[in-house]
């Protein structure tokens, strides 16, 4: 498992791990001597430890143990608007965390309300109309997860410049140099893109013919890991991109490509997945097809991390929805009230990625469904 963001990676624990592992199997001492004995005990122990230390990081992944800080907002009551890609489990996670922050809140005597709408499909279009009518009313603070940045960011821009406090969250920040105010979410998607990808390159023995289910079109996270895909693959000559395609966030579409890639390219090697509903697709489609193709994707969709525990599935980065949904509904207060990003918050909240592989599904699936 690797950690990336705030947490720390667990791979020198494997590391020491395997160390002393090795050594323990290069030792040569008598049957039913003590030195034997406690070689034995020692194996057992870090292996122990070791599975103790990857369990906890599998808990950490996402982060269900939160509490408002310190700040004292000035208000009583506050009124917020969302908007999103599109209607998608991976932003009910999202509205998990700010349903957290909304009760904290209520406890200290102060009522957050707020709207939380996205629409069928991903559509820059629909989410300019969105924010047109979000403007005319009367929100303490407008976020927005940004569909398209290139047609989203000049609206933001010009939002903020007439007055209204407006701040990016979830995956998809706006352009650089956009005038909102604060994003909170994830801020490394290339990283994510990058390492996903070195994973299966690592898999495949740096050889073979790999596709790329990018996502929605111009959205900055899906985008921004299909760069970080496409980079790393540039590094190795034995590697090949075959199909570069866009699911736009739907699972049915995901396995249609999925299945006309398999059958353009029946010696595929593997499928680098960019959001959440296209490892499920792929999977489907490689499952059903019986192909042996590597698969490697983002997040912790119920049936993705079932497909991980059954191997299907090679690794998924899970990001941490619910602390992006409350540090969310803090930012805007503080927003809200006025403050800028600097001490009380910054300009970037960045949120972490864990990659998961087959021994941490089971656990993944128990701590975020219920369900092994």
Request: net charge negative; aromatic share 8%; with cysteine.
């Amino acid at each position: 498992m690797q950690k990336k963001g705030k947490k720390t990676s667990l791979l020198i624990s494997a590391l020491i791990a395997a160390l002393i592992s090795t050594a323990c199997s290069s030792a040569s001492p008598s049957v039913g001597s003590d030195e034997n004995s406690l070689s034995n005990n020692s194996a057992i122990t870090v292996e122990e430890s070791t599975k103790s230390k990857s369990d906890e990081s599998v808990r950490s992944a996402v982060d269900f143990d939160h509490e408002l800080d310190s700040y004292n907002p000035l208000k009583d009551h506050y009124n917020f608007y969302f908007t999103y890609k599109t209607v998608h489990p991976w932003w009910d996670a999202v509205a998990l965390g700010m349903e957290e922050a909304q009760r904290q809140y209520l406890d200290k005597g102060i009522t957050i309300s707020y709207e939380y709408m996205a629409p069928e499909g991903a559509s820059a279009e629909d989410q300019t109309k969105r924010l047109l009518m979000a403007q005319q009313k009367d929100y303490d603070v407008i976020g927005v997860d940004v569909a398209e940045e290139e047609i989203i960011s000049p609206l933001l821009d010009k939002m903020v410049d007439s007055g209204i406090k407006v701040m990016t969250f979830s995956s998809s920040d706006a352009a650089d140099g956009c005038k909102r105010l604060a994003y909170v979410g994830n801020t490394h998607n290339y990283q994510d893109g990058a390492d996903l990808t070195e994973a299966l390159c690592e898999k495949l023995g740096y050889k073979g013919k790999v596709a790329i289910l990018v996502g929605s079109v111009g959205a900055p996270c899906h985008e921004d890991r299909a760069r970080g895909a496409r980079d790393t693959i540039a590094k190795y000559g034995d590697m090949e991109i075959v199909a570069t395609e866009y699911d736009m966030d739907s699972v049915d579409l995901a396995y249609d490509l999925t299945k006309q890639i398999l059958k353009d390219y029946p010696d595929l090697d593997g499928i680098i997945c960019c959001n959440m509903s296209n490892p499920v697709g792929a999977a489907r489609a490689i499952k059903e097809t019986k192909s042996n193709a590597v698969i490697v994707g983002m997040d912790h969709d119920e049936e993705a991390l079932h497909y991980l525990n059954d191997g299907v599935i090679y690794c998924l980065g899970v990001q941490d929805c619910y602390s992006i949904g409350f540090d969310t509904i803090q930012t805007a207060v503080k927003i809200a009230d006025g403050n800028l990003a600097g001490e009380l918050f910054p300009e970037k909240t960045d949120e972490i990625t864990t990659v998961i592989y087959q021994k941490d599904a089971a656990m993944m699936l128990e701590l975020l469904y219920g369900d092994i």
